[in-house]
């Protein structure tokens, strides 16, 4: 379901914002879907007969013997999408118009949540009747809380609470489709869906949401008996914590185990740290499991009311595994510019016939500047912590003579010698103020020595070569 979401908008206009474009798209899919099933709506001269999927080969009658289309299915999601469109074209013209405008975006999208809601119903209804697989029906169930949350929040007088319970229970089907597996990037479609999701769950929290609570347990048809998250949680051996050199123990709960998923990616990565570039997509997947693992456990610990430096921690160890990587990434980045400058910018054609763009200095300052806003948000877990704040600055001032030293060399290789003559006096400038905040630091001798203060030592030391 989320494949097919996801691939008709990236072809029909949505990652531009062209929702007119993919709502026609999203009517003609319908059409021939309908045609296809043999329950195009008609009636003749007499009195019009609507035909729906209970009308087509395949429907309801059919259904109730094991014989269910897939096709019934598609044509639910499409006019969901259909109407999602429909609601979001409106919200881009609704600017300074009056207020029927946002009350019809509105039950746009509470038409759309009920497509999903049918969808989700069926769904689940062919589990039950071993047709279709529980892993589909899970995605098509986060999909109906996804817009059922939205329409929440595009209410007249919006419900946050209940959006926000929508999109955790979104968010735990997710979880649990992404265990299922599937094979190909079925887990990497769940997880980055969550991921999307977060912005809208924080916006609703923000709005005054009550996020307490254990978290929503499913119980779709053909599921195991549920059981309490302390009998399926509780199982594993307490999870140790360390940040800033305080230690928290988690032995129970949603966010031991996320914790424990978090130290199984990191031990993953740490397996593989020696992988050549040909594993490259493979380590950002690993990263992305870490990084979901640990915004899990931030959740969870944030509903289970825990201690707040137990928060902390967890924000601090997501924000450092971001940027680290994000490190990484970049130096594989410049590594395939440097195989290649004379050619950045570019489609390539690769040994299996697959065409890429090669990397451009930009995509690397890019980066470097996505490091540096990670790293002030790093200084802002723990504000009394001033020698957070001090390496927080050191290693800002080091991103940027990176940045320096990047826009340097791709001057120099453009043959602009001037300009990088003073992008190289800007970042040694930058390095010299990063080296006399860490001179201070170590005379302090208030020093914490961690992953990320080595990693800013190191990335200072190729500035300075």
């Known amino acids: 379901a989320l494949e097919a979401v996801r691939s008709a908008q990236a072809l029909h206009g949505v990652r531009h914002g062209d929702f007119t474009r993919y709502r026609r798209y999203c009517s003609r899919r319908t059409a021939r879907l309908l045609k296809s099933l043999g329950a195009q709506q008609h009636g003749g001269r007499g009195k019009y007969v609507k035909r729906g999927l209970s009308g087509a080969a395949g429907g309801e009658e059919e259904a109730s013997e094991g014989k269910v289309d897939a096709r019934q299915l598609l044509v639910l999601l499409a ?22 405008v946002g009350r019809h ?29 529980r892993r589909v029906a899970l995605e098509c169930e986060a999909y109906h809380r996804h817009l059922a949350g939205l329409a929440a929040m595009e209410a007249a007088a919006p419900d946050w609470t209940a959006a926000l319970a929508q999109f955790r229970r979104a968010r735990a089907a997710l979880a649990e489709a992404e265990a299922l597996g599937g094979g190909g990037d079925a887990a990497q479609r769940c997880r980055q869906f969550a991921a999307e999701m977060e912005p809208s769950m924080q916006f609703c929290e923000y709005k005054g949401g009550d996020a307490s609570g254990p978290e929503p347990v499913l119980t779709l048809p053909g599921a195991a008996p549920a059981t309490s998250p302390a009998e399926d949680e509780a199982a594993g051996a307490p999870v140790t914590l360390v940040w800033r050199n305080a230690s928290h123990t ?11 998923r978090a130290e199984e990616a990191a031990a993953a990565l740490a397996a593989d740290a020696d992988g050549d570039s040909e594993d490259e997509e493979a380590r950002m997947e690993k990263w992305d499991a870490l ?10 610990a944030r509903g289970a009311g825990l201690e707040e430096g137990l928060q902390m921690c967890l924000q601090g160890l997501y924000l ?10 970049t130096a594989a980045m410049l590594a395939r510019w440097e195989a290649s400058p004379e050619c950045a910018g570019k489609l390539v054609t690769k040994k299996d016939g697959k065409a890429v763009r090669q990397v451009r200095m930009a995509d690397v300052v890019h980066l470097l500047e996505t490091v ?20 927080c600055v050191a290693a800002e001032a080091v991103c940027s ?13 453009a043959g602009r010698l001037a ?3 003073c992008l190289l006096e800007f970042a040694v400038e930058n390095a010299g103020r990063a080296h006399q905040l860490f001179e201070r630091l170590d005379e302090s001798g208030n020093m914490v020595e961690s992953a990320h203060s080595r990693r800013v030592r190191v990335e200072l030391q190729a500035v300075d070569a």
């Open 79 to 100: 006019n969901a999408e259909r109407a999602w469109a429909y609601a979001m074209e409106i919200k881009g013209e609704a600017q300074g118009a009056p207020r029927a």
């Open 105 to 133: 975006a509105a039950s746009r999208m509470r038409r759309a949540a009920a497509w999903a809601a049918e969808l989700a119903k069926r769904a689940a209804a062919a589990v039950a009747r071993g047709i279709v697989q």
């Open 250 to 260: 988690l032995e129970a709960g949603a966010a031991r185990a996320a914790a424990a």
């Open 291 to 300: 990084l979901m693992a640990y915004s899990d456990a931030q959740a969870a």
């Open 320 to 329: 450092e595994a971001s940027i680290a990587r994000s490190e990484e990434l």
């Open 372 to 391: 540096s806003a990670t790293t002030r948000q790093l200084a802002e877990v723990a504000r009394d912590d001033q020698v957070l704040g001090a390496e």
């Open 401 to 413: 003579a990176r940045r320096g030293v990047c826009l340097a060399r791709a001057h120099a290789a």
């Open 419 to 421: 300009e990088a003559e």
